[in-house]
């Protein structure tokens, strides 16, 4: 199976640093290596606007902006994605306001927040905004990928331009969007699997619309709102069903938030993510049939006395 690309995503890390939990830029980035993710995502933009900047932050703020975080997150040896949201209302801004912030943090991925009403307002700027945005690259020159992270049921949300959004294409014939990072949140059920199948079907349906078979880069809960958070169990069953099922067209997950990960309420959903088999290698080996010692060939033989009697002083080489 493909390994996967994990990312936990972060936002306000200046609310973590401050009151009341005073947890240091450092310390975030730390609980991020011990998740085993690749990446910290961070809130590159609101609407037309570079967010958590810290020049655009007042005082004590600014010492924990999303600079700060960004450059521990590369000191400790992890890159930077961005999570920019989206609503078309100043598609030429906008898409100003994502190139500016991948210049300032040079992030890998670019996942699109696209959701609510507003953007179901402006659903017709889609193409102007897309075509503002064009093809993101990194300091090196590779391009940025770049994802659709909206709803995680499509014919629930029929306000969202998804045909456009998925079939745009580039000056350079390629589709401008990498794939999905559907908001698989199943928020108000622990059922995650039923609630799984159900976005999987939506997105099928999709997919046959549109003529793409796509990738996915899922977005999943690790927060608590309104008295609902996932369990661990329901959390783990529902990553097993979507690997099976979408196989290598799975390229990633990306835990949201980092914040809620280091709150004690969801102690055991950190435990269960920093313990599951992303690799998928956890099987239990069968053990190698013992062979008696006088079986054994001579120098094993020799080689297992002769380490038993250095132990005891009995020789010494």
């Not at 830029?25 to 609101?46: C, H, Y």
């Not at 949140?185 to 003529?211: C, F, N, P, W």
């Not at 809620?260 to 080996?285: A, K, Q």
């Amino acid at each position: 199976m493909t390994k996967l690309d994990l990312v936990c995503s972060v936002w306000k890390p200046w609310s973590l640093a401050t009151w009341p939990n005073f947890i240091s830029i450092e310390n975030q980035v730390k609980a991020a290596v011990v998740l085993g993710v690749r990446a910290i995502a961070i809130k590159g933009t609101n609407r037309d606007v570079i967010y958590g900047a810290k020049e655009k932050m007042l005082p004590p703020y600014n010492q924990y902006s999303n600079d700060h975080i960004e450059q521990e997150a590369k000191a400790q040896g992890l890159e930077v994605d961005l999570w920019c949201w989206v609503d078309c209302k100043n598609p030429e801004a906008q898409a100003k306001a994502i190139k500016d912030a991948v210049t300032r943090w040079n992030p890998r991925n670019v996942k699109l927040d696209v959701e609510g009403g507003v953007a179901k307002k402006y659903a017709y700027n889609t193409g102007a905004f897309l075509r503002s945005l064009r093809r993101l690259h990194r300091h090196d020159g590779t391009p940025v990928k770049v994802w659709l992270q909206s709803y995680r049921r499509p014919d629930l949300h029929l306000e969202i331009s998804w045909h456009r959004w998925l079939t745009y294409v580039g000056q350079d014939g390629q589709y401008l969007l990498e794939g999905i990072a559907p908001q698989a949140y199943y928020v108000g059920t622990q059922d995650s699997i039923g609630d799984y199948t159900r976005m999987l079907v939506a997105y099928d349906k999709l997919e046959s619309e549109i003529h793409r078979t796509l990738e996915w880069h899922v977005t999943l809960p690790t927060y608590r709102e309104n008295g609902w958070q996932p369990t661990a169990d329901s959390l783990e069953a529902g990553i097993s069903f979507l690997r099976n099922e979408l196989g290598d067209r799975l390229k990633g997950v990306d835990f949201f938030r980092l914040g809620w990960l280091m709150n004690d309420r969801l102690s055991d959903v950190m435990t269960m993510l920093i313990g599951y088999d992303w690799d998928g290698e956890g099987e239990e080996l069968e053990p190698e049939p013992k062979i008696p010692f006088e079986q054994k060939p001579e120098p094993e033989r020799w080689g297992i006395v002769g380490d038993d009697l250095r132990h005891r002083g009995v020789i010494v080489d």
